[in-house]
Nanobody
Framework: QVQVVESGGGLVQPGGSLRLSCAAS????????MGWYRQAPGKERELVAV???????NYAESVKGRFTISRDNDKNTVYLQMNSLEPDDTAVYYC???????????????WGQGTQVTVSS
């Protein structure tokens, strides 16, 4: 199996910063992409940022220039540095890993349990 564990959420004032971490462990023959999604109350889950193996990144328009995704390949860990946070960034942030567990198995998505980010004064 594959485990995806997030950490780093919390309460921050507008304009502040937070860094989220997400580690994938277990049967990870190959990780194709790792990324962050978020879901605010009453809204659908949306992509925040994704990092594809090879280094390609993709960001939601609303976070470009404020958030940065990076990865430590040796640790199968991805980070989301969030700067200039706004109240609209308040949501539960979920980490996703797109993984092939073994050479003969298909690619699958695995999700973390989510971490709350609250931006409020």
């Amino acid at each position: 199996q594959v485990q995806v564990v997030e950490s780093g959420g919390g309460l921050v004032q507008p304009g502040g910063s937070l860094r989220l971490s997400c580690a994938a462990s277990g049967s990870t023959f190959k990780i194709y992409a790792m990324g962050w999604y978020r879901q605010a109350p009453g809204k659908e889950r949306e992509l925040v940022a994704v990092l594809i193996s090879g280094g390609t990144t993709n960001y939601a328009e609303s976070v470009k220039g404020r958030f940065t995704i990076s990865r430590d390949n040796d640790k199968n860990t991805v980070y989301l540095q969030m700067n200039s946070l706004e109240p609209d960034d308040t949501a539960v942030y979920y980490c996703n890993a797109n993984v092939r567990r073994r050479a003969i198995t298909p690619r699958e998505d695995y999700w973390g349990q989510g971490t709350q980010v609250t931006v409020s004064s």
